[in-house]
Nanobody, 124 residues
Framework: QVQLVESGGGMAQPGGSLRLSCAKS????????MAWFRQAPGKEREFVAS????????YYTDSVKGRFTISRDNAKNSVYLQMNDLEPEDTAVYYCRAGRGAFWDTDWSAYGYGGQGTQVTVSS
């Protein structure tokens, strides 16, 4: 059974940084495309970033390009989201997802496994 556990959320000031981590249980972590999604209060869930199984390909939504970086360590069965230059609009619950699809998939349903989410709050 695939389990994902997110960590690293919290509070930050505008312009600050946070790093989210997601650990996946089970074998064959490198077989999975990994992604981060987020959902802000009163808004629809949205795709944030994704990374291919070998870590060589990444994809970002426009609003986070240049500020967020997704990476993975297959030896540690983990994926990360480094968030810099945070904005209040980044406030949301962030979800880690795993799937067998292409790294450019931005649809939630393309990723069959997910964690409980971690809260990120950006406020002065």
């Amino acid at each position: 059974q695939v389990q994902l556990v997110e960590s690293g959320g919290g509070m930050a000031q505008p312009g600050g940084s946070l790093r989210l981590s997601c650990a996946k249980s089970g074998r064959t972590f490198a077989d999975y495309t990994m992604a981060w999604f987020r959902q802000a209060p009163g808004k629809e869930r949205e795709f944030v970033a994704s990374i291919s199984g070998n870590g060589l390909r990444t994809y970002y939504t426009d609003s986070v390009k240049g500020r967020f970086t997704i990476s993975r360590d297959n030896a540690k069965n983990s994926v990360y989201l480094q968030m810099n230059d945070l904005e209040p609009e980044d406030t949301a619950v962030y979800y880690c997802r795993a799937g067998r699809g292409a790294f450019w998939d931005t649809d939630w349903s393309a990723y069959g496994y997910g964690g409980q989410g971690t809260q990120v709050t950006v406020s002065s």
